[in-house]
């Protein structure tokens, strides 16, 4: 049973910061690619980053390159994600996702997703 848990979310302030983590369950975390993504009320769910199995490649959407960060820790089945200068119109639910597909920036490539977490930006 796979199972994936995200923490981290909250309400904070623009400019502020938040580290999203995912806690992964399952023995083939260290051979799958993760990502990261978020839905705001209204919108599609939208991928804002993936990193593959090693951590060697990373992918980001273009509105948070340069403010967020993807990272993994396989000795810990988890993966992060840093997200520094926030802005309001990052509020949304983030959602953590697993692909054993290999490599993927497309949603329907990740079979595993977590419950999300809230992220609120206040101006």
């Known amino acids: 049973q796979v199972q994936l848990v995200e923490s981290g979310g909250g309400l904070v302030q623009a400019g502020d910061s938040l580290r999203l983590s995912c806690a992964a369950s399952?023995?083939?975390?260290?051979?799958?690619?993760m990502g990261w993504f978020r839905q705001a009320p209204g919108k599609e769910r939208d991928i804002v980053a993936a990193?593959?199995?090693?951590?060697?490649?990373?992918y980001y959407l273009t509105s948070v390159k340069g403010r967020f960060t993807i990272s993994r820790d396989n000795a810990k089945n988890t993966v992060y994600l840093q997200m520094n200068e926030l802005k309001p119109e990052d509020t949304a639910v983030y959602y953590c996702?697993?692909?054993?597909?290999?490599?993927?920036?497309?949603?329907?490539?990740?079979?595993?997703w977590g419950q999300g977490t809230q992220v609120t930006v206040s101006s």
């Open positions: 990193i593959n199995w090693s951590g060697g490649v990373q």
């Open positions: 399952g023995r083939t975390f260290s051979s799958s690619a």
């Open positions: 996702a697993r692909s054993t597909l290999g490599w993927a920036t497309d949603a329907w490539r990740y079979e595993y």
